[in-house]
């Protein structure tokens, strides 16, 4: 069984540019969420995607955007980057079959922003 | 929206200790998980337990959804135990994870 997996795992922007993260499933798992997660802090949620559509987004703006591929593969895109930015950017997957299903974490992209 | 808390923020352990860390959730929930991050960062999934109880190996957690809340019990920690511990709940099925902030857990040998 193929977990998640991230690319890249670190990344330096500067202020004003964009940035592309990618993110593979687990095998298996249909549903993928992003979430920022700052220093200190915990994992807040972006959005979700199922079935290629967002399917729940939290709080940020629509600078922060995504897509995912009919192999359940996904991006998160985020233009006009910020110095607030600055976090660890992780992408979790699940299946969603009608029934409960955990999420499990890949390790995440660290981004800085300056 | 759901808040959820957890306590203590920081623990420090000499390795052999046990540790109980509490987690309380504001609101009904339809799921709830405890993960261990790393100090690379990995997220990995300790239990799945929107009610309960369950145990693996030293590590065991038990949800009391009537109440609002979550423990998570470690037995003779060792210094691999270090990390933060997190709580995050579900509110309906399939939505999004809401995250306390952690507990840090120092293991010291």
């Known amino acids: 069984e193929t977990g998640v997996t991230q690319s890249p795992t670190h990344l330096i922007k500067t202020r004003g540019q964009q940035v592309t993260l990618r993110c593979s499933s687990q095998?298996?798992?249909?549903?993928v969420s992003w979430y920022q997660q700052a220093l200190g802090q915990g994992p807040q949620f972006i959005f979700q995607y199922y079935r290629e559509e967002e399917n729940g987004r939290g709080n940020f703006p629509p600078r922060f955007s995504g897509l995912q591929f009919p192999n359940y593969s996904s991006e998160l895109n985020v233009n006009a980057l910020e110095l607030d930015d600055s976090a660890l950017y992780l992408c979790a997957s699940s299946q969603r079959t009608g029934g409960d299903s955990p999420l499990h974490f890949g390790n995440g992209t660290r981004l800085t922003v300056t | 929206g759901i808040q959820v808390e957890q306590s203590p923020p920081d623990l420090i352990l000499q390795e052999g200790a046990n540790s109980t860390l509490r987690c309380n959730f504001s609101?009904?929930?339809?799921?709830l998980q405890w993960f261990h991050q790393n100090p690379w960062g990995q997220l990995i999934n300790l239990f799945y337990?929107?009610?309960g109880t369950k145990q693996n190996g030293r590590l065991s957690a038990t949800t009391v959804a009537t109440e609002r809340y979550s423990l998570l019990y470690i037995s003779s920690s060792q210094t691999t135990d270090s990390g933060v511990y997190f709580c995050a709940v579900e509110e309906t099925s399939g939505s999004r994870l809401t995250f306390g902030e952690g507990t840090q857990l120092t293991v010291n040998p």
């Open positions: 095998s298996g798992h249909n549903t």
């Open positions: 337990i929107p009610s």
């Open positions: 609101d009904s929930v339809n799921n």
